[in-house]
């Protein structure tokens, strides 16, 4: 399975597009500014779109793409998040002020989306052209918010995206029950904002190394960072690097959290 990212910043700036992923080529995992890097071609084999949860630098570029592709389309692009996500996304954004209705356009019989319900610990599969296996996980935000464990249906080791989320028990008992191949985590604050990231529910690199330290013993695997804040990723990068550095000499020797930078046009395999 193949993970491409399309855009993984906390906000946009010059080379900085917001979170949204490509799996294989038919499913995308929430849908930020990065999607807009996309062809009309690569646009157009999307055929499910996975939302973690309705803030605007996850779903800013949904409406846009489905009306840039929605002439190239023979059936509706199924949009899957949790209610209280659709709900935010028909009652402000699909609401023919904002944007048209396009789960009635152009008749409510055949439209260009469809809206499907999630919730926290379900399972599905996915896939109009390469099958996946996707699990909701728990996630901790300002509002209903999820995360994802994705892997083939065939079997194999998960890719695993916390989603915006703060401290989240829940999360790493699931996950320290999954067989992890990375995990992609949200630091979207330095230290220096702490307060901040607490009042938003996010995370900081302190916050951050309290949830990687409930990583089941003995288990290892990538860790990549994302959703920094363009203006504090230096200072948020030198903090991880300090946490890294002291979980190694905690388990001692070159042992500990093999964490790593997200970067948009990364190609990930599972």
Not at 53 to 61: I, Q
Not at 234 to 241: A, F, G, L, T, V
Request: hydrophobic residues 45%; contains cysteine; aromatic residues 6%.
């Amino acid at each position: 399975m193949q993970v491409r990212v399309l855009g993984c910043s906390g906000a946009i700036a010059k080379d900085c597009r917001t979170t949204s992923f490509l799996v294989d080529c038919d499913l995308l995992v929430d849908a930020g500014t990065g999607v807009g890097d996309l062809t009309l071609d690569e646009m157009s084999k999307i055929d499910d779109v996975l939302l973690t949860h309705s803030h605007l630098d996850h779903v800013a570029a949904l409406p846009l793409m489905i009306d840039a592709i929605a002439s190239r389309r023979t059936r509706p692009l199924r949009v899957h998040a949790l209610r209280a996500t659709i709900e935010a996304l028909r009652a402000h954004v699909f609401n023919n002020v904002i944007w048209p209705d396009f789960a009635s356009i152009p008749s409510r019989e055949a439209p260009f989306v469809t809206f499907h319900d999630l919730v926290i610990g379900q399972e599905l599969e996915l896939g109009t052209r390469a099958l996946k296996h996707i699990e909701v996980l728990p996630a901790v935000h300002t509002v209903p918010a999820c995360g994802f464990a994705v892997r083939c249906a065939q079997g194999g080791p998960h890719w695993v995206f916390s989603g915006d989320t703060e401290r989240n028990a829940p999360f790493w008992t699931r996950v320290n029950q999954l067989d992890v191949a990375m995990l992609v985590i949200e630091t979207a604050f330095s230290n220096r904002e702490q307060a901040l990231a607490r009042r938003s529910l996010h995370l900081s690199p302190a916050t951050l190394a309290d949830e990687l330290a409930q990583i089941a013993p003995g288990r290892s695997y990538p860790i990549y960072i994302t959703h920094t804040k363009p203006a504090e990723t230096e200072e948020i990068m030198s903090q991880i690097d300090g946490i890294t550095h002291g979980s190694r000499m905690r388990a001692g020797g070159d042992a500990g959290w093999d964490i790593r930078w997200l970067q948009a046009d990364e190609v990930l395999q599972t």
